[in-house]
């Protein structure tokens, strides 16, 4: 038996999906910003998402999560929309995990 109700679960994944759109639609957000920020990142919920894939005897890999987490390849976003880290955002990006 499941700790989540079926409606439950059904809230988290539109909530899990509307955080994707959500997401894609702020691509100016650099995943660096989250981590500063938020302590997780994109590359993070591609992490989360292929462990509970695997968790539930799903074969994923690191790369099909990213594509469903970013929406594309990794490498087509990476191209079109990462920007380099700034010294300043590496700065608080360190401040914040010595925390």
Same mark, same amino acid.
């Given at each position: 038996?499941?700790?989540?109700?079926?409606?439950?679960? &059904?809230?988290?994944?539109?909530?899990?999906?509307? $955080?994707?759109?959500?997401?894609?639609?702020?691509?100016?957000?650099?995943?660096?910003? $989250?981590?500063?920020?938020?302590?997780?990142?994109?590359?993070? $919920?591609?992490?989360?998402?292929?462990? *509970?894939?695997?968790?539930?005897?799903? *074969?994923?890999?690191?790369?099909?999560?990213? *594509?469903?987490?970013?929406?594309? +390849?990794?490498?087509?976003?990476? *191209?079109?929309?990462?920007? &380099?880290?700034? +010294?300043?955002?590496?700065?608080?990006?360190?401040?914040?995990?010595?925390?």
């Amino acid at each position: 038996m499941s700790e989540y109700s079926q409606t439950e679960i &059904e809230l988290q994944a539109a909530a899990f999906r509307k $955080l994707l759109s959500h997401l894609d639609s702020r691509k100016d957000v650099q995943n660096i910003d $989250l981590m500063i920020l938020a302590g997780f990142c994109r590359n993070c $919920l591609s992490k989360w998402y292929m462990a *509970e894939a695997k968790d539930k005897g799903i *074969e994923m890999d690191y790369d099909k999560a990213r *594509e469903i987490v970013y929406g594309m +390849p990794y490498s087509e976003w990476k *191209e079109k929309y990462q920007l &380099e880290a700034t +010294p300043e955002q590496m700065e608080k990006f360190n401040a914040a995990n010595k925390k």
